[in-house]
């Protein structure tokens, strides 16, 4: 036998993993090897003094600490909920208050009745309208794109401060109940 | 049903109480992986606090046919891997390992010599693992304090049962070789 697959044998032997036969072939090499019986003494040492360490205890604020930070972590998650749920209802609320004077703006152009008493050529016409629109704000994206940039980033950050002081007056609230 | 599976499915859905009374079961299994892993208090109980939540997080994808200790034990580990690999010095000092000592389960023996040769021991045990990769720390880690099987810790590792064998073997090799005296184990 080797020396290597004698080495093999001495960690699986430690794991209870060897059988007769092979443990017979084991102890044969280390009765004629003495690297390997010196090898094997420091292996038996080695697993002394591991399975004689005992296991480590959890401090008692353990599960206190788990707990208090799930139940942090549920509380920012119902903020953040919160928050979004009052940002969309606002944007429909604004949205429900201009759809009356958008509706009057088209009527007072003309362009309602058009469309309610014209036919297809109508629906055509208004198609071709758009597209002319949307051809033209692309040609006013390419040049207003840096303002337009700058002005989203602004518009994002209001947001966020607003939803940072929402989910802050939230955690106040939790905190002080 | 088993009280256990039952607080799992509360946690499941969303039963804190239910969680904490695993917590409570598991944490000290947990905490001493995080410990073996991590060599020091502080971080060990911050790692486990981690792995309970991320547990939480997870437990809707927790398969019941699996050992729940297992699956625990699998979170643990992966997030010390990961801290260790996150972390650029592993070695522990004796300074750092007794300012913050933990508490062991075996005795309580309050005979100054005991604790002195206690402590001393388990330096040399941290010192000793933090010679390891990560994962053959974890994978000796399981073997030694879970008396875990090849396939137990293949499973919790996510690794062969062959890779396992040669880990730990690997592992063994390396750590006998700084190993000094205490020849008197007889063959």
Known sequence: ?177 | MTDETEEIRMAQAGDQSAFGHLVTAYQTPVYNLAYRMLGNAAEAEEAAQEAFLRAYTSLRSYDPQRPFRSWLLSITSHYCIDRLRRRRLTWLSLDDEESVEPKRLASDCPDPETVVAQKEREARIQQLLATLSPTDRATVTLRYWYDCSYEEIAETLHLTVSAVKSRLHRARCALAETVEGEMNYAL
């Open chain 1, 1 to 177: 036998m080797r020396c290597d697959q004698a080495s093999e044998m001495m960690s699986a032997r430690l794991d209870a993993r060897l059988d007769g036969t092979h443990m017979a072939l084991l102890e044969e090499h280390l009765a004629t090897c003495n690297a390997c019986l010196a090898q094997w003494r420091r292996m038996q040492a080695l697993d002394g003094l591991l399975a004689s360490a005992p296991m480590v205890r959890a401090p008692l604020r353990l599960r206190a600490l788990v707990l208090a930070r799930l139940e942090r972590r549920e509380r920012t998650r119902r903020a953040i909920i919160g928050s979004t749920t009052l940002v969309l209802g606002t944007v429909t609320l604004a949205l429900l208050a201009l759809a009356p004077a958008a509706f009057n703006l088209l009527s007072a152009t003309g362009i309602a009745p058009a469309l309610i008493s014209g036919g297809p050529e109508t629906l055509v016409q208004l198609l071709a309208l758009l597209g002319a629109i949307g051809r033209t704000l692309l040609v006013l994206a390419e040049r207003l794109a840096v303002p337009l940039a700058l002005l989203s980033l602004c518009g994002l950050a209001t947001a966020a401060a607003l939803n940072s002081l929402w989910i802050g007056a939230v955690r106040r609230l939790s905190a002080a109940r």
